[in-house]
């Protein structure tokens, strides 16, 4: 008998997990380049649902990049920015995959509201396998990043417990 492969979901696995999540946010939080968006975007043209990068709704909402508004405003306002999109998201969807920033968890009361809102999950990447990523990545796409692996180092150090503090961790 033939095995199914197992890299896409079986009908009856879609199906059990979108009961399962009927109606929730699931929100994919994680270091730049810890391929949140990739992620999130396979997985929900998967399951048939929404996907949002939060990065994205910034963007057009402000009409500025995420990295004229870091060099414009500053990352305080930035994060604020960030902050109430991530609340207008939550209230105008009930259900969907949201890509969040890599700091958007760290930033006041972020990772409680999402946990109280959906579930969030943690996607853990070795520093030194960001530090590959981050490599190929423009600059100009991360506006904190000074692509050293002492600087991600510290940075992830400096993250982890909003990560960890995730519902799951894969």
Known sequence: MRRPKRSKLSLYNRHCFNKLFLFMLVFLIGFMGAGKTTLGSALASQLGWLFIDLDREIELKSGSTISELFALNGE???RHIEQQVLYDTVKNHQSGIIACGGGTPCYKENL??????GFVIYLEVSPEILYERLL???ASKRPLLTCTLPYIHNLLDQRRPFYEAAHWKC
């Open 136 to 138: 190929r990545t423009p």
């Open 76 to 78: 305080e306002r930035f």
């Open 112 to 117: 409680a509201f999402m946990k109280e809102n």
